[in-house]
């Protein structure tokens, strides 16, 4: 069971408060709300779609002084199937990017830059609308100039090679304080990041549209009396469904 297209639709068309409001409606008081100290690399980050998942250990394993030649050759070195080769600095095993995509990634808040300006672009070619991860984004002046769409808690320059080591992917998670499993929904924009349970995405969704709603036609009031001119805050459509 997993977020549904028509769903999704919906979700894009609303605010994290909005879906706050329709979680308290259904008794998930402070339950799906991403720890505050996760934050947008810039301002404006907004997306909305299907987690997948993905936990990092932190370790301390040294990596010996070398030859550039040879530690260039050792970063990445892949065996002919794209497998990891034993001599890899950095093994293979954890790739990501798909349509609809919100990538959750645990890395206990490790300093190593896991999301960078390359990777990023990779998944989001390959579909992926944004990416939260409880840890370190690096090269993020170039993350920034792209419009990555990224939530994390640190900024660093650290390689992960010799730092960080999988531990799971696409089985549940704890990001931010919160659980999440592959396939729930992934709100996020100024004020945060929420998680939806899939089983109840469509009530939530249907619920914070009807909460958003009813905030456009009241703000939209008010805009009408301080002369303010329209924008696409405060737009009014059919309802969805």
């Not at 810039?42 to 530690?71: K, L, Q």
């Not at 009807?210 to 303010?228: H, I, S, T």
Request: proline fraction near 6%; include cysteine; charged fraction near 30%.
């Amino acid at each position: 069971m997993a977020i549904s297209s028509a769903t999704l639709e919906i979700l894009r068309k609303v605010r994290t408060s909005d879906v706050t409001d329709a979680l308290d409606s259904l008794g998930y008081m402070n339950t799906y709300e991403m720890d505050p100290r996760l934050r947008p690399l810039f301002p404006g980050v907004f997306f909305a779609g299907i987690a997948t998942t993905a936990e990092f250990n932190i370790i301390n394993r040294h990596i010996p002084a070398m030859s550039y030649d040879e530690f260039d050759d050792r970063q990445y070195k892949r065996n002919p199937d794209r497998s990891s080769h034993p001599d890899a600095l950095w093994p293979a095993g954890h790739s990501f990017g798909a349509p609809d995509e919100v990538h959750v990634i645990d890395t206990k808040q490790s300093r190593c830059g896991l999301l960078g300006s390359n990777n990023l672009l990779d998944a989001r070619v390959k579909g992926s609308v944004g990416f939260v991860i409880d840890g370190a984004c690096r090269d993020s002046g170039e993350c920034i100039m792209q419009k990555d769409p990224v939530f994390c808690s640190v900024r660093s320059m650290r390689h992960m090679a010799g730092r960080l080591e999988l531990a799971s992917m696409d089985k549940p998670i704890t990001c931010g304080g919160v659980y999440v499993r592959p396939g729930d929904g992934v709100i996020a924009d100024d004020d945060g990041i929420v998680v939806i349970p899939q089983e109840d995405g469509e009530e939530v969704a249907k619920r914070a549209w009807r909460v958003q709603d009813k905030d456009r036609r009241m703000r939209r009031a008010f805009y009408e009396k301080l002369g303010m001119p329209m924008d696409k805050t405060v737009e009014l459509e059919e309802r969805p469904w």
